[in-house]
């Protein structure tokens, strides 16, 4: 067992790949007296295109993994993931687990003339979790999806403004536009990344959905019920502040520069 207390143990962030970044953001920014330790599964990136059975199996390995750390609570930073393997996820470990979902509730109340846009990945459209939340919160607006094939995979290399990562974000975005859609969900968390490319396809009239903030806020909810939110540590010496460590499976020579540009400043990544 840890000798330290358990609110001081760190909080795990797992995804399929570098996008979870963008919800490490809004947690670091909302509990910045947390340490946090955030997985990319990119060698199997994306999960997209991967059965619930696989996707299970990576982000089971993963968590044992951040369990081993003595993390005291996972989130799970990846819409494919949390609707594959957040329940079985839940039967075997004992810590809070948070998961994502794409943000239909929010973008039908933000929508004007009951129109919304999903861009997600094939695994997020295709699963029950989905079809629940079109059940519960989709019955009356209109809702027109779009999986974004290859999209994934520019972010993971870093590509956020290229030609290429432009065009693939116009062919997905117009189609949305074209139905009329005026609030289109962010339904993964690498899209947050390029949503200054899609802004300019859209333009500023449309509503765009991220929720990682929204996940941020319902892990601090948890964390507090719980009695596991860390005490302020500003006054710590330096040794001991707040760390924020990344591990990576990537097989990209430039990974730890893809990490570095998505996070905004300096880290030093290990390699699982």
């Known amino acids: ?17 570098v996008g979870g970044i ?17 997985v990319a599964d990119s060698k199997y990136a994306p999960y997209g295109n991967k059965t619930p059975e696989e996707i299970t199996a990576r982000c089971m390995t993963i968590a044992d993994f951040l369990i081993a750390q003595h993390v005291k609570a996972l989130v799970v930073a990846c819409n494919t993931a949390t609707a594959a393997a957040i329940g079985a996820m839940r039967e075997t470990y004992s810590v809070p687990i948070i998961g994502m979902e794409p943000a239909v509730k929010p973008a039908a109340k933000a929508s004007k003339n009951g129109v919304i846009g999903v861009l997600a ?4 459209l295709k699963s029950a979790q989905f079809a629940a939340l079109l059940e519960s919160y989709g019955r009356n607006v209109k ?9 994934v995979e520019c972010i993971e290399r870093g590509e956020l403004d290229t030609p290429n990562t432009k065009a693939l974000i116009r062919q997905y975005c117009v189609p949305l536009l074209a139905e009329g859609a005026d609030a289109i969900v962010l339904g993964c968390t690498h899209y947050p990344f390029v949503v200054d490319a899609i802004r300019d396809v859209v333009g500023e009239k449309i509503s765009l959905i991220d929720t990682g903030a929204a996940v941020a806020k319902q892990l601090k909810r948890q964390l507090e019920e719980k009695g596991l939110l860390s005490i302020s ?3 710590a010496p330096s040794n001991q ?22 996070w905004g400043k300096h880290v030093e990544e290990h390699r699982l």
């Open 121 to 124: 990945t094939v695994g997020t």
């Open 241 to 262: 502040k707040p760390k924020v460590h990344f591990w990576t499976n990537s097989e990209a020579e430039n990974a730890e520069q893809v990490t570095e540009k998505l």
């Open 1 to 17: 067992m840890p000798s330290q207390p358990i609110s001081s143990q760190a909080i795990g962030v797992l995804d399929s790949g």
């Open 22 to 38: 963008s919800v490490l953001k809004h947690i670091h920014a909302l509990l910045p007296h947390e340490n946090l330790m955030y």
């Open 143 to 151: 809702v027109v999806t779009q999986a974004c094939v290859g999209l």
């Open 233 to 235: 540590k500003q006054k």
